[in-house]
C-alpha cells in the first residue's frame, strides 16, 4: 500500500513540472482544518479513511491533469463539494448509505467503500457506474485505499504526459 507521503512527493512533483507551462493542470484548494473533515464525516454518516483525511487537510481538494477530486472547503452547493455530490447522488438513489464518491471520471464514479476499513484505518476504492442499480453494479474494487488510487491516477497522468 502507497502511503500518503509517497503521494505528496508526486503531487510536488508533478506541481513542479507543470508550474511554468500548465500551471491550471494542478490546483488544490489548500488546507482545512480538522473539523472541516469531522463535520463532512458527519453529515455524510461515514468516517473517512486515514489518506482521504490527510488529503482533505492538507489539499481540501483539487484537480489535476483534468480529473477533479472531490473534498471540503468548499460551498456544499456543487462539484467539487463532497459532501454535496455525494448526498444528491443518494437522494436520487444512485449510490448506497456506505459510498463517498471521490472522482468521475469518464461514465464512471470512483468511491470509498466505507462499509470495511482494513487494520490501517483505509478503506477500497471501487468503481460505480452512476444510474445502475444495486445488483447490477460491476462493483469493482480498483485500489485498496485512497492513497493508492490518488497515485496511481497522478502517475498515469505523468506517464502519459500529453501536456508536453
Excluded: H
Excluded at 503531487?11 to 494542478?26: G, Q, T
Aim: overall charge negative; glycine content about 8%; hydrophobic content about 40%.
Amino acid at each position: 500500500m502507497i502511503s500518503f507521503e509517497e503521494v505528496v512527493k508526486l503531487i510536488d512533483s508533478l506541481k513542479d513540472s507543470l508550474k511554468n507551462s500548465y500551471p491550471e493542470l494542478v490546483e488544490f484548494l489548500g488546507e482545512v482544518p480538522p473539523k472541516k473533515v469531522q463535520e463532512a464525516e458527519e453529515k455524510l454518516g461515514v468516517r473517512f479513511p486515514e489518506s482521504y483525511r490527510k488529503f482533505l487537510e492538507r489539499y481540501g481538494c483539487g484537480a489535476f491533469v483534468g480529473c477533479e477530486i472531490y473534498g471540503v472547503g468548499v460551498p456544499e452547493t456543487g462539484v467539487p463539494s463532497v459532501v454535496w455530490f455525494t448526498l444528491s447522488e443518494r437522494e436520487a438513489g444512485l449510490v448506497p448509505p456506505w459510498m463517498v464518491i471521490v472522482c468521475t471520471e469518464s461514465e464512471y464514479d470512483f468511491c470509498l467503500d466505507t462499509s470495511t476499513f482494513d487494520e490501517s484505518g483505509e478503506c477500497r476504492v471501487v468503481s460505480w457506474l452512476p444510474g445502475r442499480p444495486l445488483d447490477k453494479q460491476p462493483y469493482e474494487f480498483i485500489f485498496e485505499s485512497f492513497a493508492d488510487f490518488l497515485y496511481e491516477y497522478l502517475r498515469e497522468a505523468i506517464r502519459s504526459g500529453w501536456w508536453a
